[in-house]
């Protein structure tokens, strides 16, 4: 998978934006950035998926920069149910296998 | 709820024991994967499996197997049992195999190993 670099604690005061960074410099032009959390000892949930072009869904948007080489995932008006780790991955594009990699992630404290 | 299932959803067994840990997938997903969570360890992906047949697999044990049955269930098989092999084991699964494929993770099956 290509490398991702994830600060690995961070925390959002409730009902703000929790903006999480991510770094894939080493991204290829057909390579995804996949978005993943584990609220704890819960199985990880997917969060979102992008290419090149920003998306949002009903959980987040994520932001991904023109040279794609960094994202940014947002929660727009965090809540104490956001506390988790989150996990940016970037899996290998056109092999046969599906499985991803999880780094250590980011740690997100939501507090009151 | 992601849809994928698992049981037994806690097991506690001693040393040198066998136990198999089973999974239902989203319906119409053909991929399953295995992954272990060991206490304050990352999720280590151990095997996948597509359409039954074994497609790509991790830092699995050889003491660990596991198979996709015609009906796309999965189980995996822990055998001569160590207390270092406590964890939580997640399955997963996915319509196809491959990048760009979203992975959808049960809530996992906690073993603990006394």
């Known amino acids: 998978d290509a490398k991702t670099t994830q600060p690995p604690s961070m925390d959002c005061a409730e009902g703000r934006a929790a903006n999480l960074p991510c770094n894939h410099s080493?991204?290829?032009?057909?390579?995804?950035v996949y978005w993943y959390r584990q609220i704890h000892s819960q199985g990880p949930q997917y969060i979102i998926h992008?290419?090149?072009n920003n998306e949002t869904n009903e959980m987040a948007s994520l932001i991904i920069t023109e040279d794609r080489k960094s994202s940014t995932l947002i929660l727009p008006h965090a809540t104490l149910r956001d506390t988790a780790v989150y996990y940016c991955?970037?899996?290998?594009?056109?092999?046969?296998?599906?499985?991803?990699?999880f780094g250590k992630g980011t740690k997100l404290s939501v507090k009151p | 709820d992601s849809g994928v299932t698992q049981t037994p959803k806690h097991l506690i067994t001693a040393t040198g024991q066998r136990v198999t840990l089973r999974c239902s997938p989203r319906?119409?997903?053909?991929?399953v994967y295995w992954y272990q969570q060991s206490l304050d360890q990352g999720l280590q992906f151990l095997i996948q499996?597509?359409?039954?047949?074994?497609?790509a697999k991790g830092n699995i044990l050889e003491r660990f197997s596991a198979q996709q049955f015609p009906d796309l269930h999965s189980e995996l098989n822990l055998s001569s049992l160590e207390l270092g092999d406590s964890a939580l084991y997640f399955c997963?699964?996915?319509?196809?195999?491959?990048?760009?494929?979203?992975?959808?993770f049960g809530e996992g099956s906690w073993l603990t190993v006394v």
């Open positions: 997963a699964s996915s319509v196809r195999s491959g990048s760009g494929n979203t992975i959808y």
């Open positions: 080493t991204i290829s032009g057909n390579e995804y």
């Open positions: 992008g290419l090149k």
């Open positions: 991955i970037v899996p290998p594009p056109g092999g046969s296998q599906g499985n991803l990699i």
């Open positions: 319906s119409g997903d053909l991929s």
């Open positions: 499996y597509y359409n039954g047949e074994e497609r």
